[in-house]
């Protein structure tokens, strides 16, 4: 008969096994608490990366894995990222997961992780070359740029013949996530609706502040303006609390990015017309698994390894049910 020490550790193994069925991989022979991987971002802070650090340590305990979770508390940008980064290779990592701030500015740790023996996978935004890169692991950021598109046209009541101004908040003019959505966003105005116009672009580093600053000032610049692209998390929360200073609300339309349960909120409320939402737990659960498998040197694992996965985003609108809300709002604890 079993003792309960063996009935615990066979349990422990059933859920690995689970973890990296879930991926399409299979559970290694010998799986244990041997690798240390890391995982480094810009804006710890920010609810996408406290969403994703929840599913990174979900997936780091099935896995037998010690996490390194490292970013700059608050700043997303690449002079703050590359000393974090620097200090957590100096820790010698088994693997790295890596969300770069900048595709170029990056370029040189991720190269130098690799060729130390590092396995990395970039996750969210990219490096240039990801080459010798493990796998990206990202969102659909062009497609959710072209449902921003459809949407915020649809809302403002769109007709050919006429002109509509529109202003999109960014966190960065370089980061792959950015770059992706501010694309697939003017790729489909220019296919569908010509009408409309972007009359200004501002970024704000990941800093509600700032980008409440920047809406501030357009709403007074445009009298005119008809709807706010916020292409991200903490731009849709900027956007949203400068919309309701100034008692704008339902009168511009709102497009934001990232469901923060704050945002989330105020769907219900109207000041978003719409939320673009992700699944960074799921990144970050994908990433650690795919890491392991690498580490584990399993030829048919590493074989089924994806070099670039895109997971879907969700439209969330007013009309979306309670329980879709729930399941796409980033929840950290």
Do not use: C
């Amino acid at each position: 008969m079993a003792t309960l020490r063996q009935k615990a550790v066979k349990a422990a193994a059933v859920g690995i096994a689970l973890a990296f069925t879930a991926a399409g991989l299979t559970v290694p022979a010998q799986a244990a608490n041997k690798y240390t991987i890391a995982f480094v971002m810009g804006a710890e802070s920010d609810p996408f990366f406290q969403a994703m650090k929840l599913g990174a340590e979900e997936q780091a305990k099935k896995s037998g894995v010690t996490l390194i979770w490292q970013g700059d508390p608050s700043q997303y940008s690449p002079a703050t990222q590359i000393p974090v980064l620097d200090q957590v290779l100096a820790q010698k990592p088994n693997g790295l997961v890596l969300i770069p701030t900048d595709p170029t500015a990056l370029q040189a740790a991720h190269d130098k992780a690799i060729a130390s023996g590092i396995p990395v996978v970039n996750v969210d935004t990219r490096v240039n070359d990801i080459s010798k890169a493990t796998s990206f692991i990202t969102g659909d950021n062009a497609d959710g740029g072209a449902k921003a598109a459809d949407t915020l046209a649809t809302a403002i009541g769109y007709k050919k013949g006429k002109t509509y101004k529109v202003v999109v908040g960014l966190t960065s003019a370089t980061a792959t996530t950015n770059v992706g959505r501010l694309n697939g966003f003017t790729a489909q105005i220019k296919k569908k609706y010509p009408g409309i116009k972007v009359v200004e672009k501002a970024y704000s580093q990941s800093q509600p502040s700032v980008a409440n600053t920047n809406v501030s000032n357009w709403l007074t610049k445009y009298p005119d303006l008809a709807g706010i692209f916020a292409i991200d998390g903490t731009n849709a929360a900027g956007a949203a609390a400068a919309l309701q200073a100034k008692g704008l609300v339902g009168k511009i339309k709102l497009i934001g990015y990232d469901a923060y349960p704050a945002n989330v909120d105020l769907i219900k409320k109207g000041v978003f017309t719409a939320l673009i939402a992700q699944d960074p737990a799921a990144e970050a659960r994908l990433a650690i698994q795919y890491l392991v498998a690498t580490l584990d040197k399993n030829a048919a694992e590493i074989a089924k390894i994806k070099k670039e996965v895109v997971i879907p985003n969700k439209v969330l609108t007013a009309k979306t049910s309670a329980a879709d809300l729930k399941k796409y709002t980033y929840v950290a604890k």
